[in-house]
């Protein structure tokens, strides 16, 4: 049994809107579900990744609208790790994302640091050691600098060199020394790390990660929770997330990790050529979709605009 890298990592903004301009334009995600919280209907739940929606792909936020900048801290993720094909994919992003008005840094040759419109911390790095793409279609980038999934995060840790055996025992990480892990699956695999953390106090708020998630096979989720049961970390029962089932503990970093499955996806609840471009929302919470349609500020998935121009002009 082995964890298959990454699920998806999710994240608060203050501001939908420039979140889906930011994340689905000018990145080129692709905007694959409108949703709301399960346990605070009243906000919004954006999913984005690449064409399909696939495990390794998924950055997701929640909406709390107008939230005060958070600042990444002790036990908090600080910076996630996008991959892109080629040394010259990081010339096209640096010069897209500063057309775009972003304000990208070339750490180096294999590396462009930008933040979001929250603050949040992204590095494009070059993806060449193994992981297949995941890419979604974006009229205005190429494919060959199309962003092709997630690659790594990086926490701050108080002891960030030392080995965490609840990650190398219990979870199949890696270590590979200093702060430094990795999570092998079958097809796909992930950077996990920690630096030393940063004098000040942790605050999460708008631009910070609430949770990072790795995938499993379905048949293998309930021996995660025993595994980790057993090895006396608190793990939730399983939540029914309509697009995957979930349970969640805490590292002991303090990291909020959950394990997802790889299935039902994306498509689960309307077509695939369409994911994302109406809200759909939980089954207990269906009933309150006037109510939502009204009170939710509306947000246009640039593909289904996309579509609608091309409609009318052709
Ligand atoms: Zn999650």
Known sequence: MRLEGLHHITMITGDAQSNVAFYADVLGLRLVKKTVNFDDPSAYHLYFGDETGAPGSILTWFEFAGAAPGRAGLGMIHTLQLGVPSDASLDFWQQRLAAKGANPTRVSERSLKVSDPDGLQLELVVADDGNPPLQAAHHEVPAEH?????????????????????????????????????????????????????????????????????????????????????????????????????????????????????????????????????????????????QLERSLQPIVNPRAAARETSEVSA
Do not use: C
């Open 146 to 290: 199309a962003i092709t999934g997630l690659e790594g995060a990086r926490a701050y840790s108080m002891f960030h060199g030392v080995e965490e055996q609840v990650l190398t025992e219990v979870l199949g990480f890696e270590h590979q020394g200093g702060g430094e892990y990795r999570v092998q699956g079958d097809e796909r695999h992930f950077h996990w790390a920690y630096d030393e953390a940063p004098a000040w106090a942790p605050r999460s708020g708008a631009g910070t990660v609430h949770h990072i998630a790795w995938a499993s096979q379905d048949d293998d989720h309930l021996k995660w929770q025993a595994r980790v049961r057993e090895a006396d970390g608190y793990i939730t029962d399983v939540k029914d997330r309509d697009y995957f089932n979930a349970i969640y503990f805490r590292e002991p970093r303090g990291v909020l990790f959950e394990i997802a499955t790889m299935s039902p996806g994306f498509a689960a609840d309307e077509d695939a050529e369409r994911l994302g471009e109406e809200l759909r929302l939980p089954r207990q919470h269906e009933h309150l979709r006037a």
